[in-house]
Protein backbone atom coordinates (compact mmCIF):
# COMPACT_ATOMS: atom_id res chain seq x y z
CA UNK A 1 0.00 0.00 0.00
CA UNK A 2 1.10 3.54 -0.44
CA UNK A 3 -0.39 6.83 0.88
CA UNK A 4 -0.95 9.89 -0.64
CA UNK A 5 0.88 12.48 1.90
CA UNK A 6 0.51 15.85 -0.10
CA UNK A 7 -0.19 17.12 -3.98
CA UNK A 8 2.57 19.75 -5.49
CA UNK A 9 1.69 22.05 -8.48
CA UNK A 10 3.67 21.89 -11.52
CA UNK A 11 3.92 23.16 -15.00
CA UNK A 12 4.05 21.17 -17.80
CA UNK A 13 6.55 21.98 -21.17
CA UNK A 14 3.18 23.53 -22.82
CA UNK A 15 3.57 26.51 -19.64
CA UNK A 16 -0.02 24.43 -18.13
CA UNK A 17 -0.75 23.72 -14.86
CA UNK A 18 -1.60 20.39 -13.16
CA UNK A 19 -1.20 19.13 -9.95
CA UNK A 20 0.79 16.05 -8.91
CA UNK A 21 -0.29 13.66 -6.09
CA UNK A 22 2.91 12.86 -3.60
CA UNK A 23 2.89 9.11 -2.74
CA UNK A 24 5.15 7.20 -0.20
CA UNK A 25 5.37 3.51 0.33
CA UNK A 26 5.32 1.47 3.77
CA UNK A 27 7.56 1.75 6.29
CA UNK A 28 11.42 0.08 5.26
CA UNK A 29 14.47 -0.80 7.48
CA UNK A 30 17.65 -0.08 5.42
CA UNK A 31 21.27 -0.92 6.70
CA UNK A 32 23.65 2.24 6.89
CA UNK A 33 26.81 1.81 4.70
CA UNK A 34 28.67 4.00 6.75
CA UNK A 35 27.79 2.65 10.74
CA UNK A 36 26.06 -0.69 10.02
CA UNK A 37 23.25 0.19 11.97
CA UNK A 38 19.65 0.10 11.20
CA UNK A 39 17.56 3.51 10.07
CA UNK A 40 13.95 3.77 9.18
CA UNK A 41 12.57 5.17 5.93
CA UNK A 42 9.97 5.09 3.11
CA UNK A 43 10.16 5.66 -0.13
CA UNK A 44 8.33 8.38 -2.23
CA UNK A 45 7.54 9.06 -5.95
CA UNK A 46 5.13 11.89 -7.44
CA UNK A 47 1.93 10.98 -9.58
CA UNK A 48 0.50 13.03 -12.27
CA UNK A 49 -3.18 13.59 -11.61
CA UNK A 50 -6.40 15.44 -13.30
CA UNK A 51 -7.59 16.39 -10.04
CA UNK A 52 -7.85 20.06 -9.12
CA UNK A 53 -6.27 21.56 -6.00
CA UNK A 54 -9.42 20.86 -3.64
CA UNK A 55 -9.66 16.80 -4.66
CA UNK A 56 -5.98 16.56 -3.95
CA UNK A 57 -5.97 18.19 -0.61
CA UNK A 58 -8.85 15.56 0.07
CA UNK A 59 -6.94 12.84 -0.55
CA UNK A 60 -4.47 13.01 1.28
CA UNK A 61 -4.20 10.11 3.76
CA UNK A 62 -5.93 8.06 0.80
CA UNK A 63 -4.18 4.27 0.76
CA UNK A 64 -3.57 2.95 -2.78
CA UNK A 65 -2.50 -0.59 -3.59
CA UNK A 66 0.42 -0.80 -4.65
CA UNK A 67 4.15 0.24 -4.15
CA UNK A 68 6.95 2.99 -4.78
CA UNK A 69 9.66 1.43 -6.56
CA UNK A 70 13.41 2.20 -7.91
CA UNK A 71 14.09 2.36 -11.43
CA UNK A 72 17.57 3.31 -13.41
CA UNK A 73 17.26 6.37 -15.11
CA UNK A 74 19.76 8.71 -16.94
CA UNK A 75 22.03 10.61 -14.60
CA UNK A 76 20.67 14.01 -12.80
CA UNK A 77 21.43 16.18 -10.37
CA UNK A 78 19.95 16.79 -7.27
CA UNK A 79 20.17 19.29 -4.82
CA UNK A 80 20.30 17.91 -1.19
CA UNK A 81 17.48 20.96 0.75
CA UNK A 82 19.16 20.85 4.01
CA UNK A 83 22.54 21.25 2.81
CA UNK A 84 22.86 22.87 -0.84
CA UNK A 85 25.09 19.60 -1.73
CA UNK A 86 24.70 18.99 -5.06
CA UNK A 87 24.86 15.32 -5.62
CA UNK A 88 24.36 12.81 -9.65
CA UNK A 89 22.26 10.20 -9.15
CA UNK A 90 20.65 7.83 -11.96
CA UNK A 91 17.65 6.02 -10.22
CA UNK A 92 14.00 7.45 -9.43
CA UNK A 93 11.65 6.41 -7.54
CA UNK A 94 7.47 5.37 -9.43
CA UNK A 95 4.61 3.80 -8.62
CA UNK A 96 3.51 0.40 -9.61
CA UNK A 97 -0.37 -0.69 -8.86
CA UNK A 98 -0.41 -4.14 -7.27
CA UNK A 99 0.80 -6.97 -8.76
CA UNK A 100 2.98 -5.50 -11.43
CA UNK A 101 6.71 -5.24 -11.42
CA UNK A 102 9.30 -2.46 -12.71
CA UNK A 103 10.26 -4.84 -15.30
CA UNK A 104 6.85 -5.52 -16.82
CA UNK A 105 6.12 -1.79 -17.16
CA UNK A 106 9.67 -1.05 -18.51
CA UNK A 107 8.87 -3.50 -21.81
CA UNK A 108 5.88 -2.18 -22.23
CA UNK A 109 7.23 0.92 -22.37
CA UNK A 110 4.80 2.25 -19.77
CA UNK A 111 7.53 3.64 -16.99
CA UNK A 112 7.90 7.51 -17.52
CA UNK A 113 10.22 9.16 -14.94
CA UNK A 114 8.93 10.74 -12.29
CA UNK A 115 9.97 14.03 -10.75
CA UNK A 116 13.20 13.65 -8.59
CA UNK A 117 12.73 14.33 -5.07
Same mark, same amino acid.
Given at each position: MVTVIDFAERTNSKGENFFALVI?????M???QNTGKYYATAK??? /?????? #???CKGLIGTQIPGSVRRVECETYNYTIKDTGEIVHLNHT? /?????? #?????????????TQDKF
Open positions: QGGLEVKSKAS /VVSTFD #EKTY /VYLPEG #ETVEENVFAGEVI
